[in-house]
Every structure is written in C-alpha cells, then in structure tokens.
C-alpha cells in the first residue's frame, strides 16, 4: 500500500528555514516521482518543486526557485523540500504527492495518484 507522511512543519519566524520530509512507503522511490504542493487557507493549491524518481531531475515553479530545494534520499526513502528565507505568505497547509508517470522528468501541471495527509508551516513573529 502506497502511503506518503509529511513531517517537519511547525511556527517559524520570517527569515528562518525548515525542512520538510516526505517518507515513501509501499513503494521504491526510484519507481515514483515525487512532488510538493501547498495549499494556503482560503487559497488553491499549487505546485512548487517535483522530482523525478529514475533520473532525480529536478523542476521548480519560478516563484519558489532560489528559496527551495528538493532533494531525495533513496536509501531513507524520503523526499526532503528545503526551505529557507521564509515568508508569512508562505503559510500554507505542505503536501507530498507520488506518481509513476514522473520516471526521467516531472511536471507540477500531470496527474498525481498518491497524497500525503499534509503538514503546516506557519511563518509568523
């Protein structure tokens, strides 16, 4: 059974970094591309960074590049997002997604089976 479990989230002042985790089970993450998304209250969810399970290539939407990175650790089966400089309008409910279409590249805009139930990060002084 594919399950996916964010961590890492909590209350963060501005300016100050966190590092969320996506911890695969049920499946290989070589065999999956993984991808972060966020969703803030009020607010549609929207894509930030993707990794592509095969190659680890790596996509990011333009308004996250130079704060995120996603990185993943095949041995620990975990997906990690990096963020730094963070912003209250970064605020937002965090989620993982899996998908098997996303081998040698990945996109934020194709379809993802497979979701994590979330983890908040609340940017405030």
């Known amino acids: 059974q594919v399950q996916l479990v964010e961590s890492g989230g909590g209350l963060v002042q501005p300016g100050g970094s966190l590092r969320l985790s996506c911890a695969a089970s049920?499946?290989?993450?070589?065999?999956?591309?993984i991808g972060w998304f966020r969703q803030a209250p009020g607010k549609e969810r929207e894509g930030l960074s993707c990794?592509?399970?095969?190659?680890?290539?790596?996509a990011y939407e333009d308004f996250v590049k130079g704060r995120f990175t996603i990185s993943g650790d095949h041995a620990k089966n975990t997906v990690y997002l990096q963020i730094n400089n963070l912003k209250p309008e970064d605020t937002a409910v965090y989620y993982c997604?899996?998908?098997?279409?996303?081998?040698?590249?990945?996109?934020?805009?194709?379809?993802?089976?497979?979701w994590g139930k979330g983890t908040q990060v609340t940017v405030s002084s």
């Open positions: 997604a899996a998908d098997d279409t996303w081998l040698n590249v990945c996109s934020l805009n194709g379809p993802y089976e497979h």
């Open positions: 049920g499946f290989t993450l070589g065999r999956y591309g």
């Open positions: 990794i592509a399970g095969r190659s680890n290539e790596a």
